[in-house]
């Protein structure tokens, strides 16, 4: 009896009965993917290229902004609002992952406990696994996997780390940007970077004071930088812990063009992204895995000790090897 179930549980969690799963809408399928798939087990490209012909029909939406900003809460209400309006939802709450153990604290499920156990809603907590824009690659395939159980929005909600945060833009077709009153020099917020990404600009916790000023630059800027032709990105008013101006916010994001040109190409440079990235991470871990074992790391390592070489020479002599051979 107790092999029949082993047996039983195996079939269950095999990478095709995981992916039939999640075409067929079960949860906890699509659960044990996703934790299969960011753990990158054996078999998840495979199981990856068997989702890819389901993907295309969710809406990716990214919300992004300094740390203090209220995104967890707002991204709470976003969701409840569209579940409302008869949509399904998924969220990947990305947070800063250790530099040294490699964990997350992965908080957000606190923050939004509010819709967690709603039953249209899927929360998904990730932590960047290094990658200074806060968005890792495995993000992009939980995203995939989302798409292919049948969400109709997808929320990305990023760590907050400033002007570096622009992955967000690789993995989603509407980009949030989320600020404050009051927080800090106006111009300084407005710099070139993380400003740039956005195709919406949210004024959060509206009810406190400062918020027209900020709103003004906002504009300003958008004003001076948007190119003839194309429309200027919206800017919009919220308070997400009053529940203010949430309909709103969903209403424009539903309805929201940003043109078929600016699409395309932005759809151009995540595919491309995307391309390099894995491409880049499979070289990598391909050359390291062959000079461990070789022993020609290691040697490298002590000759650099020594003195006897310099790292930049070590490394071309290496990837020249490589290359001729």
């Known amino acids: 009896m107790f092999k029949k179930m082993e047996k039983a549980k195996q079939i269950e969690n095999s990478w095709d009965s995981l992916v039939a799963g999640v075409r067929a809408g079960n949860v906890r399928a699509m659960a044990r993917l996703i934790t299969r798939v960011e753990d990158r087990e054996p078999g998840w490209k495979d199981a990856m290229k068997a ?10 939406f990214g919300i992004t902004g300094s740390p203090g900003t209220g995104k967890s809460s707002l991204t709470c209400e976003i969701a409840a609002e569209l579940v409302s309006r008869g949509l399904s939802v998924g969220i990947i709450a990305v947070d800063p992952s250790s530099p040294f153990t490699g964990g997350a604290l992965l908080g957000d499920r606190l923050r939004m406990k509010k819709i967690f156990n ?19 690659q495995a993000a992009r395939d939980v995203v995939r996997i989302m798409d292919a159980f049948g969400k109709d929005i997808i929320l990305i909600e990023t760590v907050g780390v400033g002007q570096d945060e ?5 993995a989603a077709d509407l980009v949030m940007m989320v600020c404050i009153p009051g927080q800090g020099d106006g111009i300084q917020a407005l710099k070139a970077g993380v400003m740039e990404i956005a195709d919406l600009y949210i004024i959060n916790k509206a009810d406190l004071p400062g918020t027209d000023e900020v709103m003004a ?39 929201h063009q940003a043109g078929k040109n600016k699409q395309e190409f932005k759809r151009g440079i995540q595919v491309k992204e995307e391309i390099l990235t894995l491409m880049e991470r499979e070289v990598f ?22 003195k006897k070489k310099d790292p930049y020479s070590t490394v071309t002599e290496m990837l020249d090897h490589i290359l001729k051979e």
């Open 166 to 170: 622009i992955e967000v833009v690789k």
């Open 118 to 136: 709603l039953k249209d809603i899927f929360i998904r907590s990730m932590a960047t696994r290094g990658m200074l824009g806060g968005l890792s």
């Open 217 to 255: 630059d906002i504009q300003g800027m958008l004003e001076l930088s948007s190119e003839i032709g194309y429309p200027v990105a919206p800017v919009l008013k919220t308070s997400a812990l009053k529940n203010q101006g949430i309909k709103d916010l969903v209403e424009t994001l539903l309805t």
């Open 51 to 60: 989702i890819w012909p389901h993907t295309g029909n969710a809406r990716i």
């Open 285 to 306: 871990r391909s050359i390291r895995s062959r000079w461990e074992h070789s022993g020609e790391l290691a040697e490298a390592v002590q000759q650099m000790i020594d």
